[in-house]
């Protein structure tokens, strides 16, 4: 059983801070991660991709993978009250991708 | 660019009645395809995926089915409903590709009285 475990918070943060999301996995045969953000009463939207050990930066989001610890995480900087979202962790191994339960954030002003 | 439409965006069903939901993808060719449910509060759970035209996997066992009858169509159903089945149904699709995210529809909101 592919497991893929995150806190399931609320997460509170003011805003302007940094906020962090972390995973982690069970199945060493995973291949690809990704985070979706979810808005209340709406789908997923996936927000960012990461394939290799280390750290990838998109605008105000990086991802950090570490494939030996079987951790993925979500940083968040200079957190905003329109990033106040479900954050969901997904691993990906060949067409499938085993979803965390998510974890609650929430930027206050 | 691919871009994937669900409907309906809401649905209040009596129990015991059928059901119907749809899922088309544009722009894109021999996509997978994938039924998610999303209960209130909850993750979202796999319920079918499909590689390709008549082919379909199940991941659960309960009183839905789904096919594909056409390359970029993806549907729903149910013959009775039961209490249980209400929640957040999301279609997705991914490139067949290599290592491919899921991008996921509107969603349908199915509530069961």
């Known amino acids: 059983q592919k497991e893929v475990e995150q806190n399931s918070g609320p997460l509170s943060v003011p805003e302007g801070a940094i906020a962090s999301l972390n995973c982690t996995y069970s199945?060493?045969?995973?291949?690809?991660f990704f985070w979706y953000r979810q808005y209340s009463g709406k789908s997923p939207e996936l927000i960012m991709s990461?394939?290799?050990?280390g750290d990838k930066e998109d605008g105000r989001f990086t991802a950090q993978l570490n494939k030996a610890s079987q951790y993925v995480s979500l940083l968040i900087r200079d957190s905003q009250p329109s990033d106040s979202a479900t954050y969901l962790c997904a691993v990906q191994e060949d067409n499938m991708l085993t979803f965390g339960g998510g974890t609650r954030l929430m930027v206050k002003p | 660019s691919q871009t994937i439409h669900q409907w309906p965006a809401t649905l209040v069903q009596p129990v015991g009645s059928p059901l119907s939901l749809e899922c088309t993808v544009e722009g894109t060719s021999n996509p997978n395809l994938y039924w998610y449910r999303q209960a209130a509060g909850r993750g979202l759970q796999l319920l079918f995926y499909s590689v390709g035209i008549g082919q379909i996997s199940s991941e659960v066992p309960q009183n839905l089915s789904a096919s594909r009858p056409q390359d970029r169509q993806f549907i729903l159903s149910s013959k009775k409903l039961l209490l249980s089945d209400s929640g957040f149904y999301l279609c997705?699709?991914?490139?067949?590709?290599?290592?491919?995210?899921?991008?996921f529809g509107d969603g349908t909101r199915l509530s069961i009285l």
């Open positions: 199945d060493r045969g995973s291949q690809s």
């Open positions: 990461i394939y290799s050990n």
């Open positions: 997705a699709w991914s490139a067949t590709s290599g290592s491919q995210p899921q991008h």
